[in-house]
């Protein structure tokens, strides 16, 4: 079990300079963003007081989304990094109704830390493809757990590519996004090929599995309405519900 502290997730500067280069390393995030909005609103538009449960919120972007779509949300942002917490609360600021949790998906998992009440909504963005393939089910498992009858649980994610053939096209596509968006933003200061090996390194924390897979995991879980409800390359937003 690799712990959040031994990751590069752990150092600030790592960490702060992906979340600035966010929409340039992941393909579609914008749109990913407005699929959550989406969900948010089709499942829950008569229901008030939602409580979300936003799992390695990072710098609170996707929970800030779904917040601005509704301010009655109570949220609790979950992070292994005190550093990435303090961003959130700054993101944050303006909701009265935002609470903050330090703790890993390990922690979590193992009881170290805890969450004491249920959630009507999960999301996660780009964190559970750390965990390992046990790790994940586990943690679905464990959001099922936490959920309300009729609640909700969005991934967005990374996937693995089932085959060499289509892996290198995903990677393509990956490469011709980044070049377009540093074409855009006017950046250069990262080789989009460097960003690929990277994911690819044996030595990562990186550890993404076949969306078939974690699908079959979640149904395991106990989810019903399991589907991918967005997929580019090896970006996908999948999830299920407590029905």
């Avoid at 964190?127 to 649980?153: D, M, N, R």
């Amino acid at each position: 079990m690799s712990e959040f502290g031994e990751s590069a997730w752990a150092r600030d500067d790592f960490s702060r300079n992906y979340l600035e280069r966010a929409d340039v390393y992941i393909v579609e995030r914008r749109k990913m963003f407005a699929l959550a909005a989406s969900f948010y609103g089709h499942f829950f538009k008569d229901k008030t007081g939602v409580r979300l449960l936003d799992l390695g919120a990072g710098d609170g972007a996707l929970s800030h989304e779904l917040l601005k779509t509704d301010g009655s949300i109570s949220a609790t942002l979950v992070d292994g990094s005190e550093a990435m917490l303090r961003r959130a609360g700054e993101r944050l600021g303006e909701y009265g109704n935002v609470k903050f949790i330090r703790a890993s998906f390990q922690e979590l998992l193992r009881g170290a830390a805890a969450l004491d009440e249920e959630f009507d909504l999960a999301v996660s963005s780009l964190a559970i493809h750390h965990l390992s393939t046990e790790e994940k089910a586990a943690l679905y498992g464990y959001v099922y757990g936490h959920l309300s009858e009729g609640g909700g649980f969005l991934n967005m994610d990374v996937v693995l590519a089932p085959s060499e053939g289509l892996e290198e096209w995903y990677f393509a596509r990956w490469r011709g996004w980044m070049e377009h968006m540093q074409a855009r933003l006017g950046l250069g200061d990262e080789s989009p090929d460097d960003i690929i090996r990277r994911y690819k390194e044996p030595a990562s924390t990186n550890r993404p599995d076949m969306l078939e897979d974690q699908l079959d995991a979640l149904r395991k879980a106990g989810f019903g309405d399991v589907d991918c409800y967005f997929k580019d390359g090896i970006f996908a937003a999948f999830g299920g519900r407590k029905v």
